[in-house]
């Protein structure tokens, strides 16, 4: 399954099947970037980050890959569970501390 | 061992008081922030702070008050809350500026 954007979409997968949620970061200058879960009644988790030196990198059964032309991130998780039901928030980071937030998107397991 | 821990979980207040909201963290981080989280899932930082030092201010009405006695804490305090406070306030930390964050799990605000 696949999402698109910053309108807060919602994506369902069934399970063991791979998930693609996507992010169109705003400003052509950020260079570093960061992925986040969040479950019901918690705080955002970190899950991977990626610098604009490199466009892809990869994780415990996540990838994050980076097109800095298009502007676009997008968050790969393979072999989804029903654990991974969360919303995902991608981060961009201009300088400092300053980090903007996409609105998310709302990832559904069906068992 | 809660790494970052906000108090209270759940906040409701009428208009016009003023309320506090704690965040401490044990990991040792030189930075943290304050976020609110609209009820669509928006996620917008307030404020940032390096070893207690104010470096991010965003446009936050002046009725909201951080405050970082030492490195571990930081503390939100608001005076004449408004209808449109009502949000989740996360507090998070870094090892510094372009790190990662480690969130709290949110004070859930709500204005009568």
């Known amino acids: 399954g696949e999402s698109v954007g910053l309108h807060l979409p919602t994506l369902s997968v069934q399970e063991g099947d791979n998930s693609i949620i996507n992010c169109a970061y705003s400003n052509s200058a950020s260079d570093y970037f960061i992925w986040y879960k969040q479950e019901s009644g918690k705080g955002p988790q970190f899950i991977i980050d990626?610098?604009?030196?490199?466009d892809k990198r990869q994780g415990q059964r996540v990838t994050v890959l980076l097109n800095k032309t298009v502007k676009h991130l997008s968050l790969q998780i393979a072999a989804t569970q029903p654990g991974d039901s969360a919303v995902y928030f991608c981060a961009e980071n201009l300088t400092g501390n300053q980090f903007y937030f996409g609105t998310g998107t709302s990832l559904t397991v069906i068992p | 061992d809660t790494a970052v821990s906000q108090t209270p979980k759940y906040l409701v207040t009428q208009m016009g008081n003023d309320k506090s909201i704690k965040c401490e963290q044990n990991?040792?981080?030189?930075?943290m922030y304050w976020y609110k989280q609209d009820s669509k899932k928006f996620l917008k930082i307030m404020f940032s702070y390096n070893n207690k030092e104010l470096i991010i201010n965003e446009t936050v009405p002046n009725r909201f008050s951080p405050k970082s006695p030492d490195k571990a804490h930081l503390n939100l305090h608001i005076n004449s809350l408004e209808l449109g406070d009502s949000a989740v306030y996360f507090c998070?930390?870094?090892?510094?500026?372009?790190?990662?964050?480690?969130f709290g799990d949110g004070t859930r605000l709500s204005i009568l």
């Open positions: 990991l040792g981080h030189d930075t």
């Open positions: 998070a930390s870094s090892h510094g500026p372009r790190q990662p964050q480690h």
């Open positions: 990626i610098r604009s030196n490199m």
